[in-house]
Structure formats: C-alpha cells, structure tokens
C-alpha cells in the first residue's frame, strides 16, 4: 500500500526529443516530468538521453509513458532508470499484473536482472536502489471504467490516472471538451479518488488546462499533469504576444 498523505504534485509531459528541453523543464517548480513515448516525438535513444537531462535535478520523478504494452519494452525502461511507468489504454487486470511483473525481479515477477543506470545514479531522496519502479496505469476507455475496482485491486498498482481526452471520446464528448464540467466525467473522477482511496493507490490526471488542473487538485487528486511543452511553449508565446500588443 502506498502513502497517499502527502501534497498533490504536479507535472508536465515532454513530447520533444531535445535533451536541453528536458534539462531546462526538470529545473522548473515540477514535482515530475513524463516523457511520452506513445504521442511524442522522441525515439529511444532521444528519451534515454532526456532521461539523463532529467536526472542533473535530485528529487524530480521521471516517468516514462511507453509506446507500447510490450512487456520487454517495459523491462528495457526499468534498466534505465525511470522512477514510474505510465501504462496508456489498460482496460484489465490481467494486463496490469502482466506489466507489474515486467518491473519485479522474481519470485514476485518476471525482470531480468539487468538495472545498468540505476545501480550507478544516485536514486530520488529516499529511495533504495532496488525500490520497485511505480507502476501507474491510464484509465481512458470504457472498459477500464467498467473494471475500475479490479484495476485498482492488483497487487503492486501505484496509482490509476485518468486520460481525460481519450475518455471524453469514448463518452462521446469529443476531444477537446473541457472535462470537469460535464457530469458523467465527474462522477468517473469521484469514483477514480474513492476507489484508489480503498485500496490505498494514488489517483492522478491529466489537465488540459490550467483550469481543470485546481478543479482536479480541489477534487483531491494526488498528482496532475499540466499539458506537454509543445502546448505550453505555444500557450506562453500566445500570451506573451497578446499582452505586448495590448500594452
Ligand atoms: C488523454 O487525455 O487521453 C491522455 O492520454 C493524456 O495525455
Ligand atoms: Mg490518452
């Protein structure tokens, strides 16, 4: 069970490969950066040297969203150093069990001893080295609403975190509607606290926009990610403009 007392801490995704980027946003007020390898832009190689960029500040969290479910895919994230994996589009428990085991040595799962990057880097404060990788999984169909409670049952879960454009397609939303707003969205996000609540996990979401971002950190969730630089350099820029030409 995990310590869910603790303030809600907030991040922000990073879609772009370019390792100055990742180093300059990990020196931001962010509690976690979260390379996103199933709709950013980077490769491999790209993450692993953002990952290092990431690491010149002790204490922020690297997560990870891998491009895929594949299970050496995630064994291959956990030798290099992630602190949390952020599995997309889960609807099963059995695929939550399958993708935990991929980050445990046995008996208790299936990795293969291999933690090259971890065994050298200083870990965030209070971590051990072979403290398991967290494993937070993204809550964005249908189905996995439908299995929320067995979801969040499964031995080793960290957290559940809610996708909310994906989710608010299958609601038949759309993509871009604001999502707290709309009822069946927040009962879904109630239940999501209630239940990671139960079960002793966190329960996190993504923002699209900043006010979203307090609507859910006032709902109680424990972390919450603010949008990708992409968005948020093209936001900032936005507003830079309109200001100076007002002025
Ligand atoms: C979603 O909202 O569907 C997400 O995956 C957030 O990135
Ligand atoms: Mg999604």
């Keep these: 069970m995990n310590n869910v007392d603790h303030a809600p801490s907030v991040g922000c995704f990073l879609t772009t490969g370019d390792s100055l980027i990742a180093e300059r946003l990990a020196h931001c007020e962010l509690d976690y950066l979260c390379i996103d390898l199933q709709h950013g832009f980077l490769t491999e190689s790209e993450a692993r040297y953002c990952i290092q960029a990431i690491s010149t500040r002790p204490n922020i ?16 994230l956990c030798d290099w150093g992630v602190h949390t994996l952020l599995l997309p589009m889960i609807e099963t ?6 993708a935990i085991a991929a980050t445990r040595y046995p008996p208790s799962g299936s990795r293969s001893f ?9 870990p965030v404060a209070n971590e051990l080295l072979d403290r398991p990788v967290q494993v937070f999984v993204m809550i964005e ?6 299995n929320l409670e067995e979801i969040a049952a499964v031995p080793g879960l960290s957290g559940i975190y809610f996708g909310p454009t994906d989710l608010g397609i299958a609601m038949g939303y759309g993509a871009r509607d604001p999502f707290a707003s709309k009822t069946r969205m927040a009962e879904v996000m109630r239940l999501g606290i209630e239940t990671a609540r139960r079960h002793g996990i966190f329960c ?9 971002a307090s609507t859910i950190l006032k709902m109680g969730f424990d972390h919450v990610t603010l949008g990708n630089d992409l968005v948020i350099f093209a936001a900032t820029i936005n507003d830079l403009a309109r200001k100076s030409r007002s002025e």
């Design 61 to 76: 969290r690297i997560w990870v969203r891998p491009s895929s479910k594949s299970l050496d895919h995630i064994g291959r």
């Design 93 to 98: 428990p059995d695929e939550v069990a399958a």
């Design 114 to 122: 291999g933690p090259i990057r971890p065994s050298f880097v200083k």
């Design 141 to 146: 169909t249908l189905a996995a609403i439908d």
């Design 204 to 212: 996190a979401s993504h923002a699209p926009t900043p006010t979203e």
